[in-house]
T-cell receptor
Framework: NAGVTQTPKFQVLKTGQSMTLQCAQDMNHEYMSWYRQDPGMGLRLIHYSVGAGITDQGEVPNGYNVSRSTTEDFPLRLLSAAPSQTSVYFC???????????????FGNGTRLTVT | AQTVTQSQPEMSVQEAETVTLSCTYDTSESDYYLFWYKQPPSRQMILVIRQEAYKQQNATENRFSVNFQKAAKSFSLKISDSQLGDAAMYFCAYRAISSGSARQLTFGSGTQLTVLP
């Protein structure tokens, strides 16, 4: 059982470059999300999705795009990378709350992104 | 908006001793869930324990237990018989049940726990 798979594990970009962080889960979770982790700030929600074709913004959405064409995949796109987007990114998924209100988030192993 | 505060950026404990990590939160909701996650140097996020706000009984998972004080909006984590493998960053997190925000986790800033041999 793979759980939540994130790729790549590490990435270095130059300012202005674009890239996509991949996230896939094999647990048939309706809910998927992207967080960024910065020192002293915990994890902050970027975007989330409650099902295929449905996405919404979190706390820090600017500079990021997402789409959800399948239940399994939830890629995060950086259209024009900026040094402020240097961070560790986590994808996480869970059952939707109607199924289990205390359904915990299952996290991927993170992507460390550096923008120079 | 909900906020979660962890006022101890760093803590240390002697191996086999007990340590308590603090967490407070601010919410106007009556029903919600609280979680503690552990992040070792591997960067993996691991669920340690969860607490339903409507339950008065404090959750326990082996050496990990919580002290949930709903009126005070406090949710501390107690680690008993600390082991070297407990060394990690610990995050407190809040999840509302009401529609619209129920799927989002709000995290505290974390407490870095060091276990001394």
């Amino acid at each position: 059982n793979a759980g939540v798979t994130q790729t790549p594990k590490f990435q270095v970009l130059k300012t202005g470059q674009s890239m996509t962080l991949q996230c896939a889960q094999d647990m048939n979770h309706e809910y998927m999300s992207w967080y960024r982790q910065d020192p002293g700030m915990g994890l902050r929600l970027i975007h989330y999705s409650v099902g295929a074709g449905i996405t919404d913004q979190g706390e820090v959405p600017n500079g990021y795009n997402v789409s959800r064409s399948t239940t399994e995949d939830f890629p995060l796109r950086l259209l024009s990378a900026a040094p402020s987007q240097t961070s560790v990114y986590f994808c996480a998924s869970s059952y939707s709350t109607w199924r289990s209100y205390n359904s915990p988030l299952h996290f991927g192993n993170g992507t460390r992104l550096t923008v120079t | 908006a909900q906020t979660v505060t962890q006022s101890q950026p760093e803590m240390s404990v002697q191996e086999a001793e007990t340590v308590t990590l603090s967490c407070t939160y601010d919410t106007s909701e009556s029903d919600y869930y609280l979680f503690w996650y552990k992040q070792p140097p591997s960067r993996q996020m691991i669920l340690v324990i969860r607490q339903e706000a409507y339950k008065q009984q404090n959750a326990t998972e082996n050496r990990f237990s919580v002290n949930f004080q709903k009126a005070a909006k406090s949710f501390s984590l107690k680690i008993s018989d600390s082991q070297l493998g407990d060394a990690a960053m610990y995050f407190c997190a809040y999840r509302a049940i009401s529609s619209g925000s129920a799927r989002q986790l709000t995290f505290g800033s974390g407490t870095q726990l060091t276990v001394l041999p």
